[in-house]
């Protein structure tokens, strides 16, 4: 049977005829909805408005009829390859794909993938079947399955691992998808060896071939041959060195992993040819010592080496390691350890755990004031290692140094990590209220606050400037500064606010003349602020008038007080680095001869008119040694030292680390870049160091006076 449709055509041109085959399921659906026999072999249909729109109206509702005789074949098919009769079942599967010809969907992939099985089974190629089916559905199940296994008997391993990451789409078993990916991985790295061999066949000694060779054969645990693609890969690098350093890996590789002695021993005496020195190749010469137990032998063994090595840091660090430790653990050479870890500690001032264990040593020989200031320097490098305070706790103790005995515990305390007998000291000894000071702070006690990298040259141009420039900068801001509120100013002896006697001593111990002293019912940034007003000025915010500790105002104001006194209060006038830039650069011009822009010219006029003569005598000097230097004022990093010794003040005043971790933490200004945590990590070691301890000690305010009353207000 054949269905004719005839077409609409232009006007003037013949009318299309389209010819569809009875056979097709679609073809005798349309039949029976134009109500005509089966048996009818043509109807011709003229397109008409109103038939044509009934017709579509009907059709649009049409579904597919199954062709029986499909079924049929498909039904013998299957049972006859059940029944391993496959001559059978090829003819019933080559019926119903010839019946499905017009099909290109998933019941004609499955007669393929039918046909490829029967195909497979007589030992014949199934792939073109197979590749059939799956330009039909390209995720079809069965044919994927079939096909990786094809691919994998063809050894083409590459096309099974693709066909792999295809059929991860149908697999909903977390064990299945598992084991899919690692034969994906084993399918391709076998593919990349296999190409990389080819490619190594036409380019023999290619580097990059060799290597990447290498990579895929350890990743497939093909050992030995892996050893064979790294010597391969060994023998293309010219330098001595480097060769001879590939050759140790390459018998390291062997003697762990394929254990082949012979053949490792080979390599590492290649590695000695290229490179005596080499340290893969003495590794072999330090097993044969230690096996023997000839620890007197590794020792000169290890001395010699280090006379080698030169200056390859990094390599000497390792040996002196095991050179203080054989010392110490093997040959009971205590002084010989410590003169390793020394050496050590000097080529790598950042290796904490080797000053950790110069302490253990010197602590043993009962050095222990040479342990402790090897912790304080440790404490430097990780100031949040508990270790390394635990130790100073237990050395200070034994000094009978009970001040950095609690200094020790009382990082403990901040770091969380206190035991009982820790928290038991920093109990006994932290301060609640302020005590009588015996003296204030000196000036070469002052030096001892100061970070290793302060610029001094610019803090003497800033001490030189700072009169006028503050007169200068008043005249400015002539009716624009603050006005203090007389009402609200205290007399450190006659108040009752713990906050502005606080104040007061911190002042004093610190060698500052007291400053006028407000409050100010507000919040203030800090806690605390120096106004720009004509004389020093403290303004206490409402934060600190109420819910403080002592220890915590210490440290507030003292930090404040420090502030002011080491940047000459010009950072309250000038407090950005272009404003202090400007002003420096205009100081140095009254020195040196140099091209000023308009406004830098004008600020010098005004500056020279305020400077007396000791003033410019010491810009003068600070200047000249400015130029003897280099020229630069590098004004970030000085803003930084200041703020960071100016914390340290803070801290000495306080006492406790903890109170002023928790004050900088609240406070939540950055300051010269630094950020609470940044300062509270300078803070951690400078609490511990003995120059922290000195300036303590300079004042009287070191525990054993702790339980002093405060002065009578």
């Known amino acids: 049977m054949r269905i004719a449709v005839v077409l609409d055509s232009p006007p003037g041109e013949a009318r299309s005829v389209v010819m569809l085959p009875g056979i097709d399921p679609l073809t005798r659906a349309l039949s029976d909805a134009l109500g005509h026999q089966a048996q009818v072999e043509h109807v011709v249909l003229a397109r008409m408005d109103a038939d044509w729109e009934a017709l579509a109206q009907r059709a649009v509702r049409l579904e597919a009829v199954e062709d029986p005789a499909i079924e049929e074949a498909l039904r013998e098919g299957t049972s006859a390859l059940q029944a391993s009769d496959l001559d059978r079942a090829e003819r019933a599967f080559i019926m119903a794909e010839s019946l499905l010809s017009w099909e290109h969907g998933p019941r004609r992939a499955d007669v393929l993938v039918r046909l490829a099985q029967i195909e497979r089974a007589r030992g014949k190629p199934s792939a073109p079947l197979l590749d059939r089916a799956l330009s039909m559905v390209v995720d079809h199940e069965a044919a994927l399955r079939q096909r990786i296994e094809v691919a994998r008997e063809a050894g083409d391993l590459a096309t099974a691992a693709a066909l792999r990451r295809r059929l991860l789409q149908r697999v909903d078993s977390e064990q299945e998808r598992a084991e899919q990916l690692s034969s994906i991985a084993d399918e391709s790295l076998s593919a990349t060896t296999e190409a990389l061999e080819q490619a190594l066949a036409l380019r023999p000694k290619d580097p990059r071939l060799l290597e990447r060779l290498q990579a895929s054969l350890e990743a497939q645990g093909r050992w030995r041959e892996a050893v064979n693609a790294k010597v391969a890969l060994t023998e293309t690098i010219q330098e001595p060195k480097d060769r001879a350093r590939a050759f140790t890996a390459a018998a390291g590789m062997c003697a762990r992993r394929t254990g082949d002695v012979a053949r490792s021993v080979a390599l590492f005496e290649a590695a000695i040819a290229d490179d005596p020195a080499t340290p893969g190749a003495f590794d072999a010469i330090e097993g044969v010592l230690k096996k023997n137990q000839d620890f007197a032998g590794l020792a000169s063994a290890y001395e010699r080496q280090l006379e080698r090595l030169g200056d390859d840091v990094s390599a000497q660090e390792d040996l002196l390691y095991k050179l203080a430790e054989l010392r110490a653990d093997q040959l009971g050479d205590q002084q010989g350890a410590v003169l390793a870890l020394d050496r050590l500690v000097q080529s790598n001032p950042r290796n904490v755990e080797a000053r950790a264990r110069l302490a253990e040593h010197l602590e043993q020989m009962g050095e222990l004031v040479l342990a402790a200031r090897c912790l304080e320097n440790a404490a430097v490098w990780a100031p949040t290692r508990p270790q390394t305070f635990r130790s100073l ?36 000894y932290a301060p609640e209220t302020t005590v009588r000071p015996q003296s204030p702070l000196e000036a070469a006690t002052w030096s001892e606050l100061a970070i290793a990298e302060h610029d001094e040259v610019v803090s003497h141009i800033v001490h030189a400037v700072a009169p006028a420039a503050i007169e200068l900068r008043t005249a400015q801001l002539a009716g624009h500064l603050p006005r203090m509120d007389e009402s609200a100013r205290h007399d450190p002896e006659k108040t009752t606010i713990t906050a502005v006697r606080t104040a007061a001593w911190a002042a004093a111990i610190l060698g500052i003349a007291p400053p006028a002293i407000y409050t100010a019912n507000e919040s203030i940034p800090g806690g605390v602020v120096g106004p720009p007003t004509t004389k020093p000025t403290l303004l206490l915010g409402k934060g600190m008038l109420s819910g403080r500790s002592v220890p915590e105002l210490a440290f507030v104001m003292g930090r404040e007080l420090a502030s002011q006194h080491l ?124 120059a922290c301890a000195k300036a303590r000690r300079a004042i009287g305010i070191t525990p054993r006076l702790a339980s002093v009353p405060p002065p009578a207000g």
């Not at 770091?415 to 009982?420: D, P, S």
Request: charged share 25%; with cysteine; glycine share 8%.
């Open 567 to 690: 940047s000459g209060r010009l950072l309250t006038f000038f407090p950005t680095v272009a404003e202090l830039r400007a002003l420096l650069v205009a100081a140095v011009g009254q020195v040196l001869p140099t091209s000023l822009p308009p406004e830098a010219l004008q600020l010098g006029a005004e500056l020279k008119k305020r400077l007396n003569e000791a003033q410019t005598r010491e810009l003068t000097s600070a200047v000249e040694r400015l130029q003897a230097r280099d020229g630069r004022l590098d004004l970030k990093p000085w803003m930084r030292s200041v703020e960071l010794a100016s914390c340290r003040a803070g801290l000495v005043a306080c006492g406790d680390i903890t109170a002023a971790a928790r004050m900088l933490a609240i406070d939540g200004r950055v300051v010269g870049g630094l950020s609470a945590a940044d300062r509270v990590r300078d803070l951690i070691p400078f609490s511990v160091s003995e």
């Open 393 to 428: 706790h237990r050395i200070c103790a034994s000094l009978g140094d009970s001040d950095r005995d609690y200094c020790a515990c009382a990082v403990l305390v901040h770091l969380g990590e206190a035991g009982v007998d820790e928290q038991a000291v920093y109990r006994r």
